[in-house]
């Protein structure tokens, strides 16, 4: 049905002279002047968007000069001949400048001026097609403005966060270092209610600090530029575990570091990737033994080139699998695994900053599996 | 006649100092500490001079400890002077302090500071650092010679 109306169509459109076709294409077109001008400049048709754009009727500026379109200075310079003498020379002319309208007002205007010629190569004219630019131009004035804006106020963000954070340090040393000189040398006229309150200021500055740590660490990334250099990803997953083995003091740990590519990035800040996970795995499969964790590559659908980072630990549930790389989130109580919810969004920071992304996938029970790239996707196929 | 000043602590922050101070004595390290709590006071002490205008360039501490963030005069300041001076260039100096800003780390070694460590925020590794800093200082390293200080090195 919707073919059959869709031919009727084409052969009524048929119907009309190929001259009248392009005079209503042109005469439709409202968002852009079209019109021809003779071998000297003399407007000769105008179509209902010249009209629109410029403020003059065809009756008014059919018959006149094209140079009534150009800004007084331009006109003084000898523009509009110049233009038609280079449009003449070269085939067509193009431009972005200020134009007049009738009332004298000025817009930023993109225009093509195009020479026409008879199969001869005789000069018949002209044909000029204007749009007005000034509305993009508001538009991307308003962007750069908005950007700006958003840039000051992240920046204003990440220096007062990191300022704060820097303060804080001391006083949280202070808590839990007078806390700590409390118990070791007053314990014996506390009771045991009165050490346990004292054990918790410690417990709660400890956790302050390593948080206070965390976020400093976190607003560093924001502000330093990545360095790209040729890394082992398979070397720099080994040196980690390497630092990592006093934590697995006393534990059944299977480390599976496989083969892993050489990929360009900033070695120090993909340590810090790898380090993150890397304990990640290693804290959250404190009830299995062995716990086994694993490093590799693999080429994702998209020809990405993946890093993953696998264990049989205590795994979450995917439906929390967004809330996994925000800030301060966290799928497990403080007193079943501790942490502070800042180093997956460090992760995953880092790993944007690099052009590439982190994704998960566990089970209850079965285990993580964090898989990232350090690149940009191959160009063809963007995300 | 009671030993000369073995550790300088510049440093504003007095619970910083106390918690310094008592990680020192505990693991037996220092009889003889000095502190002061300005860039002013820490320039008086080390160019003999205010004060301290009694003591002699020859008995210069061991290490100074540094405080970077200081009122009047700040570390940096403190630093730039010392080493700039023939009298106390020698002088072991160790930045100690909360910040790890990048321009801080490489204006203290262009001045050849001789360690720079940052305050951990966790007690028990404060702890640690200092003691192993006058382990270090007091008594594994060996001081510059008093001639080093009596004329130009």
Not at chain 1, 136 to 161: I, P
Not at chain 1, 175 to 199: N, P, T
Not at chain 1, 212 to 233: F, N, T, W
Not at chain 2, 8 to 14: F, K, R, W, Y
Request: charged share 30%.
């Amino acid at each position: 049905m919707a073919q059959h109306i869709g031919a009727d169509h084409v052969r009524a459109a048929e119907s009309i002279p190929m001259a009248e076709r392009y005079r209503l294409l042109i005469e439709s077109a409202a968002d852009y002047a079209i019109y021809v001008l003779d071998p000297k400049g003399v407007v000769a048709s105008w179509n209902a968007g010249a009209q629109r754009l410029k403020g003059w009727s065809a009756e008014e500026i059919v018959g006149r000069n094209f140079s009534a379109f150009y800004p007084p200075e331009d006109v003084a310079a000898g523009k509009p001949e110049l233009d038609l003498a280079r449009a003449a020379r070269e085939g067509a002319v193009r431009d972005e400048s200020w134009r007049v309208r009738k009332d004298g007002s000025r817009f930023r205007a993109s225009t093509v001026l195009t020479a026409m010629r008879s199969e001869r190569g005789e000069l018949l004219g002209f044909s000029k097609i204007t749009r007005d630019l000034t509305e993009r131009a508001k538009l991307t004035e308003k962007l750069v403005e908005r950007t700006r804006a958003l840039t000051e106020a992240n920046a204003d963000l990440d220096s007062f966060s990191s300022s704060v954070a820097h303060d804080l340090r001391a006083p949280i040393r202070q808590i839990a270092g007078f806390a700590r000189l409390l118990a070791e040398d007053y314990s014996a006229v506390l009771d045991a209610e009165g050490r346990r309150r004292l054990s918790k200021i410690e417990t709660g500055a400890r956790h302050m600090g390593r948080l206070v740590d965390d976020l400093l660490a976190l607003s560093r990334i924001g502000r330093q530029a990545v360095v790209r250099e040729p890394v082992c990803l398979r070397a720099l997953a080994g040196e980690v575990v390497e630092e990592l083995s006093p934590e697995a003091d006393g534990r059944e740990v299977e480390w599976r570091i496989g083969d892993v590519f050489v990929a360009r990035c900033d070695a120090s800040l993909i340590r810090q990737v790898f380090g993150n996970l890397l304990s990640n795995a290693l804290k959250y499969t404190r009830p299995r033994a062995p716990a086994v964790i694993e490093v590799g590559a693999e080429t994702s659908p998209r020809g990405e080139r993946v890093v993953f980072v696998r264990d049989n630990g205590v795994g979450f549930d995917m439906r929390y699998a967004p809330k996994l790389f925000g800030i301060f989130q966290r799928l497990h109580a403080q007193s079943e695994f501790e942490g502070t919810g800042v180093g997956l969004a460090t992760v995953d920071r880092i790993l944007r900053k690099h052009g590439g992304r982190i994704w998960a996938e566990a089970e209850p029970g079965h285990g993580a599996t964090f898989r990232f790239t350090v690149e940009p996707p191959p160009a063809k196929e963007k995300p | 006649m009671s030993k000369g000043i073995e550790i300088l602590i510049a440093d504003d922050s007095e619970s910083d100092v106390e918690l310094t101070v008592h990680a020192l004595r505990k693991a037996k390290l220092a009889n003889n500490i000095h502190v002061v709590g300005d860039g002013e006071q820490a320039l008086d002490f080390l160019f003999c001079r205010g004060d301290y205008s009694r003591r002699s360039f020859t008995d210069a501490p061991h290490v100074v400890l540094l405080d970077l963030k200081m009122p009047k005069v700040d570390g940096i300041e403190v630093l730039r002077a010392v080493r700039g001076d023939p009298r106390t260039k020698a002088i072991p100096v160790v930045v100690l302090t909360s910040s790890k800003e990048q321009r801080d780390l490489i204006e203290s070694y262009n001045l050849g500071v001789n360690a720079y460590i940052q305050k951990p925020v966790d007690f028990e590794n404060f702890r640690q650092v200092v003691e192993r800093i006058g382990m270090f200082w007091l008594v594994v390293n060996e001081p510059p010679p008093r001639d080093c200080f009596a004329r130009p090195c």
